[in-house]
C-alpha cells in the first residue's frame, strides 16, 4: 500500500499569500496519478488536481499542481479568504487502496 | 448536474449491520466507477471501496475488508454499502462519489455525506 504524507500540518498565512503544500508518497506513484482536493468546514471535498497538474472543471488558475514520481506539490498563488481550507492528495489509478494523505490545513 | 444523495445513516448498536445508499443523477450511471469513502469526526479521508461501471470488479480498504459490501443497481442509479459487524471505529461520515473517468480515476463529484454513528 503505498502511504501519502503530507506537510506541513498546518499553515498559517494571510491573504495574497503564496502557498506550496507538499504530498510525498512512500512509493513511486504511477503515470502521476496524483489527485488533490479541498474541503471547507461540513462540506465534500471537491477535486482542485488531478493527473499531478491537470486543474479540474472550474477550479481557477491560482491553483496548480507539479511533481512526479514520489513528490507533488500543490501551489496557490495568491491565496483568497474562501481558499483556507483543508487540503488532501490522493493516489489512483491502478491497484487500489486509493489511499489519501492525512491532510494539510490552511488557516488565517 | 451530477447529483449524488446519500441516505440510511444514523444511529446504531455496535456488531449490528447498516446499509447506507447513495442516489445518483445527472449522468449516465451505468458508465462510471463509484466509490465510498468516509471520514470520521476531525480526522481526514479515508478511501473505503469502489466498484466497476459494471459491478464486476470490486476493491476494499483493508479496514473493512470482509465486512463492508459494495454493489450497485444500474437500472435504479443507486450505489449502496452494506456494512455489517459495526464497531464505534466505523463512525463517520460516509461519502459516495463518481470516478471522474475510465476505471480507476479519481473522484469528481461527491454526495454530501450521511453520518453514521456506533454506539451503545
Known amino acids: 500500500e503505498i502511504v501519502l504524507t503530507q506537510s506541513p500540518g498546518t499553515l498559517s498565512l494571510s491573504p495574497g499569500e503564496r502557498v506550496t503544500l507538499s504530498c510525498r508518497a512512500s512509493q513511486t506513484v504511477s503515470s502521476n496519478y496524483l489527485a488533490w482536493y479541498q474541503q471547507k468546514p461540513g462540506q465534500a471535498p471537491r477535486l482542485l488536481i488531478y493527473?499531478?497538474?491537470s486543474r479540474a472543471t472550474g477550479i481557477p488558475d491560482r491553483f496548480s499542481g507539479s511533481g512526479s514520481g514520489t513528490d507533488f506539490t500543490l501551489t496557490i498563488s495568491r491565496l483568497e479568504p474562501e481558499d483556507f481550507a483543508v487540503y488532501y492528495c490522493?493516489?489512483?489509478?491502478?491497484?487500489?487502496?486509493?489511499?489519501f494523505g492525512q491532510g494539510t490545513k490552511l488557516e488565517i | 448536474q451530477v447529483q449524488l444523495v446519500e441516505s440510511g445513516g444514523g444511529v446504531v448498536q455496535p456488531g449490528r449491520s447498516l446499509r447506507l445508499s447513495c442516489a445518483a443523477s445527472?449522468?449516465?450511471?451505468?458508465?462510471?466507477?463509484m466509490l465510498w469513502v468516509r471520514q470520521a469526526p476531525g480526522k481526514g479521508l479515508e478511501w473505503l471501496a469502489v466498484?466497476?461501471?459494471?459491478?464486476?470488479?470490486?476493491y476494499y480498504a483493508d479496514s473493512v475488508k470482509g465486512r463492508f459490501t459494495i454493489s450497485r443497481d444500474n437500472s435504479k442509479n443507486t450505489l449502496s454499502l452494506q456494512m455489517n459487524s459495526l464497531t464505534t471505529e466505523d463512525t463517520a461520515v460516509y461519502y459516495c462519489?463518481?470516478?471522474?473517468?475510465?476505471?480507476?480515476?479519481?473522484?469528481?463529484?461527491w454526495g454530501q455525506g450521511t453520518l453514521v454513528t456506533v454506539s451503545s
Open positions: 466498484i466497476s461501471y459494471d459491478g464486476n470488479n470490486k
Open positions: 445527472g449522468f449516465t450511471f451505468s458508465t462510471y466507477g
Open positions: 490522493q493516489r489512483y489509478g491502478s491497484s487500489p487502496p486509493y489511499t
Open positions: 462519489a463518481k470516478e471522474g473517468g475510465g476505471s480507476g480515476s479519481c473522484p469528481d463529484y
Open positions: 493527473g499531478a497538474a
